[in-house]
């Protein structure tokens, strides 16, 4: 079965500190992979999308990693700021069908000063 | 950029009343997608549509309806709202090419 499954479910850290969210996935076969960032009552936005061949990659303080291997990747956020208070989702499409979006629960995160 | 425009942010609606929920998007996506968001779920597909007039059921369709008369509009209708369908709605437009889905800002409907 198709899942998509984050931790932790919500964190709370201090402005300044660095983060990482994790999401764990058994879809197959794998497409790629996106990180969305939903903020309160608004549509989630893509954060970044990692495809098979790729590892790592960067969106200004945002860092996302794949393993392909093992089915996980991470999202890490450095030197967090209040406006990274949000919802952060993984989503993982299958290579097959048009129905093919498989969504994590998401992590909430929060950013205190 | 793209856009996928939700007709409404918040809605407030009796029980048994029939609701209509309306996106559009611009940039001539094929398939259109309808979730709903609750705490501790995530987005639970409803319907989607991969072509004018064409309709598929998502995981949750009881309740709910969709019509997609025009490639632009993805219309999502409660027939009889109930209190258990107080809850986010996004809608989404995906394009192929890119690999990516597009939302919606949400509408948070309220059956009272």
């Known amino acids: 079965k198709n899942q998509v499954e984050q931790s932790p479910q919500s964190l709370i850290i201090l402005e300044g500190k660095n983060c990482t969210l994790q999401c764990n996935y058994t879809v197959s076969p794998f497409s790629n992979l996106r990180w969305y960032k939903q903020d309160t009552g608004r549509g989630p936005v893509s954060l970044t999308i990692m495809t098979f061949s790729e590892n790592t990659k960067s969106n200004g303080r945002y860092t996302a990693t794949l393993d392909a291997d093992t089915k996980q990747s991470s999202l890490h956020i450095t030197a967090s700021q209040l406006s990274d208070s949000a919802s952060y989702i993984c989503?993982?499409?299958?290579?097959?069908?048009?129905?093919?979006?498989?969504f994590g629960t998401g992590t909430r995160l929060t950013v205190i000063p | 950029d793209v856009k996928v425009t939700q007709s409404s942010r918040y809605l407030v609606k009796r029980t048994g009343e029939k609701v209509f929920l309306e996106c559009v998007q611009d940039m001539d996506h094929e398939n259109m997608f309808w979730y709903r968001q609750d705490p501790g779920l995530g987005l639970r597909l409803i319907y989607f549509?991969?072509?004018?007039?064409?309709?598929e059921k998502g995981d949750i369709p009881e309740g709910y309806s969709v019509s997609r008369e025009k490639k632009e509009r993805f219309s999502l209708i409660l027939e009889s709202a109930s209190t258990n369908q107080t809850s986010m709605y996004l809608c989404a437009s995906i394009s192929t090419a890119v690999r990516e889905a597009f939302f919606g800002q949400g509408t948070r409907l309220t059956v009272v």
């Open positions: 989503v993982v499409r299958e290579k097959t069908g048009a129905n093919n979006l498989f």
């Open positions: 549509s991969y072509d004018v007039k064409m309709k």
